[in-house]
């Protein structure tokens, strides 16, 4: 509910955030979103198209001290550009109409992810002089990722840009590929956070069987995760005092065929399709390594999750992830190195006593934490509305 000790009111308006089909996607906008509502009331607006709805539907409730809307609407052929437009923008406006029977007024608005809903937030400040802010995830801006902006959203995404108080990257790396589309800021960093209550160090780590965890969609174009079971096949000659464990949400079947291909001892591989977080924190707290081979990132939860668990990292040197680890939690390697990955895997096996978790977890604490979170995002609202 409401809380009247909160001076400001932010409206959420977010470009993807779970819904009852897609319950993962953009989950880490919805963990900011609960970490704002420390200090200020929160309603998250995000609408989104499935096949056989006619007309519009509004699922409103409130969840973890945030008002969430979503506004579900049917799909358009891909024939019909501006009728699909036109459907998006009312979604939101009754959207946005419902969140006013609650919240009464809206002191500004945090966009999450520049395109699509980037194009109501526009509408918002023009109609209502409503300022905004952004926070930004997608790798998409990004040289290395093969996902390119079309003319349309280019153009607003600049136009959306330009109009912004102030713009949020999780990660220098992602500010840089923001500026070079021409999009002056001013800008903010401020990271994913983390559910340190949910991750934490948790009791201590058995060392008969050194664990190793991967958690990703599991999508092997972008977190490679042929070349990690390649590795492991290599590595099962030279050892076995190693488990590793895969955690996604599809391609499993993929993954148990290339295990077989590659001669792979069935108990020194589990894979896991889609489970909870609290399960995820569960693997975490009994893992001792925290592997992430990907060819392409921006600032991954998984990492900081695995840090906030005690867990040293292994990873790739792509997008953000090299301002997550350094000489006390982790090691980087380069993207598809998979000699590198063998090397430096096999020797953190014999080098985990290296590592103080303690000192992992308090460090992960400290900068991902909820409140920490919060407190910037506060800053940048006042300012924003001073």
């Known amino acids: ?125 023009r109609k209502y002089s409503l300022p905004f802010v952004i926070t930004e995830h997608w790798t998409a801006f990004l040289d290395i990722n093969p996902h390119a902006f079309n003319w349309f959203e280019k153009f607003y995404i600049i136009k959306t840009g330009k109009g912004a108080a102030c713009i949020c990257p999780v990660s220098y790396d992602l500010k840089k590929a923001i500026e070079n589309m021409g999009i002056p800021g001013p800008y903010k960093i401020i990271p994913n956070v983390v559910d340190t209550n949910l991750f934490h160090l948790g009791k201590r780590r058995d060392f008969t069987i050194k664990k190793i965890l991967h958690v990703s969609t599991l999508n092997d174009q972008h977190k490679n995760v042929i070349g990690i079971l390649r590795v492991t096949a290599r590595l099962q000659k030279e050892r076995q005092d190693f488990k590793l464990t895969l955690a996604g949400n599809k391609y499993g079947d993929l993954h148990h065929r290339h295990i077989d291909q590659l001669g792979i001892q069935k108990e020194l591989v589990e894979i896991h399709e889609e489970i909870p977080l609290e399960a995820i924190a569960a693997m975490m707290q009994e893992h001792h390594i925290f592997v992430l081979f990907s060819n392409y990132e921006n600032l991954p939860c998984v990492i900081s999750e695995a840090q906030a668990s005690g867990m040293v990292v292994l990873a790739t040197d792509v997008g953000g992830v090299n301002e997550m680890i350094d000489a006390k939690n982790g090691l980087l390697i380069k993207a598809k190195d998979e000699e590198a990955l063998y090397k430096q895997l096999n020797s953190l096996l014999d080098r985990l006593d290296d590592y103080d978790p303690q000192e992992i977890s308090r460090s992960a604490k400290a900068r991902y934490s909820y409140q920490s979170v919060a407190d910037q995002y506060l800053e940048v609202y006042q300012s924003t509305l001073e």
């Open 1 to 125: 509910m409401i809380n009247p000790g909160h001076s400001l009111n932010i409206l959420f308006l977010a470009s993807w955030y779970p819904t009852r089909v897609e319950p993962q996607n953009g989950n880490f906008i919805q963990r900011h979103a609960e970490a704002v509502s420390l200090n200020c009331n929160v309603a998250c607006l995000h609408v989104f198209s499935i096949p056989g709805i006619k007309g519009f539907e509004i699922d409103a409730q409130w969840r973890n001290n945030v008002f969430e809307v979503i506004v579900y609407f049917g799909k358009t052929g891909k024939y019909f550009p501006l009728r699909k437009i036109n459907r998006y923008l009312k979604a939101h406006r009754l959207g946005f109409k419902k969140v006013l029977e609650v919240f009464q007024k809206i002191d500004l608005v945090h966009l999450n992810v520049f395109f699509p809903a980037g194009i109501f937030a526009l509408e918002l400040q």
